[in-house]
């Protein structure tokens, strides 16, 4: 079975500054994609950031990026010029590939990050 | 448009009773999932639809739980016998189609607690 771990359960970081958040992960499957999950105080859950396994290039979006390690199973978000509004519960996620007739997401316990001004 | 939405938003029930949690989706999206939030947890997987076809239901905790979709659209969670353990943050969210890539949309939540 699937496992995601997150062993920070809270970082903080000083606005402006750069702050990585780590995820490892189980697995025997080759294809897979990993998420991460953005979950406001109060607030609906938003996708971040996802990564295909099968792509070596790591994904970016704007502030966001990933250090995705495969050998490693790791799946690290590095957040740049963090912001205030950055303040959230973040959660690393594993979905199966389409190959293995599963649809379940697997979701880590998540990270709180506190943005400090 | 309109996001997912989810009602009750909060629900207080005494052990034993019934509950039913309504989830209304992106409309158009094909894929629905239901989790379960402990406090302070990750979301856990409960069940997902593709469609009225409810494809993966093995995230159900017990026979007490159960879900449909019978047009396709909106979807109810019903816990019969609520337990205090039921309590949590109960999640919905669609997704466009059943890619394993594609982004989820969430809903808030139904907060219940079991009294």
């Known amino acids: 079975a699937q496992t995601v771990t997150q062993s920070q359960p809270e970082m903080s970081v000083q606005e402006a500054e750069t702050v990585t958040l780590s995820c490892t992960y189980d697995?025997?499957?080759?294809?897979?994609?990993l998420f991460w999950y953005k979950q406001p105080p109060s607030r609906q859950m938003i996708l971040v950031i996802r990564q295909e396994a099968y792509k070596q290039q790591n994904a970016t979006e704007n502030r966001f990026s990933v250090n995705f390690q495969k050998a490693a199973k790791s799946f690290s978000l590095k957040i740049s010029d963090s912001q205030l509004g950055d303040a959230a519960m973040y959660f690393c996620a594993y979905r199966s590939g389409v190959t293995s007739g599963t649809y379940k997401y697997i979701f880590g316990t998540g990270t709180r990050l506190k943005v400090l001004a | 448009g309109a996001g997912v939405s989810q009602s009750p938003r909060y629900k207080v029930a005494k052990r034993g009773q019934d509950v039913a949690l309504r989830c209304d989706p992106i409309s158009g999206h094909v894929s629905l999932f239901w989790y379960q939030q402990a406090l302070g947890q990750g979301p856990e997987f409960l069940t997902y639809?593709?469609?009225?076809?409810?494809?993966?239901k093995s995230g159900l905790p017990s026979d007490r739980f159960f879900a449909e979709r019978p047009e396709g659209s909106v979807s109810t969670l019903k816990i019969q016998r609520t337990q205090q353990e039921d309590s949590a943050v109960y999640l919905c969210?669609?997704?466009?189609?059943?890619?394993?890539?594609?982004?989820?949309?969430f809903g808030p939540g139904t907060r219940l607690l079991v009294l």
């Open positions: 697995t025997s499957e080759s294809d897979y994609y």
């Open positions: 639809f593709q469609n009225e076809a409810q494809l993966d």
């Open positions: 969210a669609s997704s466009l189609d059943n890619a394993p890539g594609e982004t989820q949309y």
